[in-house]
């Protein structure tokens, strides 16, 4: 439909500008809850699994609202993975994948800059918590994989479902998944600024966004497949 035949009246969509915003705002609040749960939970106790459940919970209810929040003005992705998957599966423009990827990084960055100040922690990091070794290179596989299908395959149908969806996925992913399930190159970089719970260190930070993409190109055929 032309924009001159639009009904009247209709709303227009976002303009980019608009949607960077969105994204970037989303992206900072999001590495906001996941660093900053992270280190409260090291904070209030030292068991590792009551670390990992509070900032799993914490993540999931901040994915849940702030995709049902920025999705309707950007699609709230938060992810650069999610953005060239969108392209390919629903045939949207691949000029928005690096503006997106920007503003992801940035806000990412951000947010973790912001969780860092907030514990008095350096606000830059660096992390020095290494995650390597082909068991946690798979797990990141994985955990992206079925991001993709959830998003994908639930919004193909339910689509008001798929913030829900989401946010369980990643928080039971933080568990079943031995790289407790990134699933995001901008988030990944992020994290990489906060010597903390949720950190990742620099040196690790190529080949989990490697395995990210090697969940994308499993993940696109499948898709195509289901979605017909």
Known sequence: MSPASAPTGAPSAPSLAV???AEGLGTTLLIVSVVGSGIMATNLTDD????????????VGALIALIMMFGPISGAQFNPIVTIADCV?????FSDVLPYFVVQTIGGTLGAFVANLMFDLDPLGPSTK???GGGIWLGEVVATFGLLLVIFLIGKHRAESVPLAVGVWIGGAYWFTSSTSLANPAVTIARAFSDSFAGIAPESVPMFIVMQLVGLAL???ILRLLRR
């Open 19 to 21: 949607r960077l915003v």
């Open 48 to 59: 590792i699994a009551i670390q990992l459940l509070a900032n799993a919970g914490a993540t």
């Open 89 to 93: 599966l629903n045939r949207r423009t």
């Open 130 to 132: 290494i995650r390597d």
């Open 219 to 221: 993940a696109l055929p």
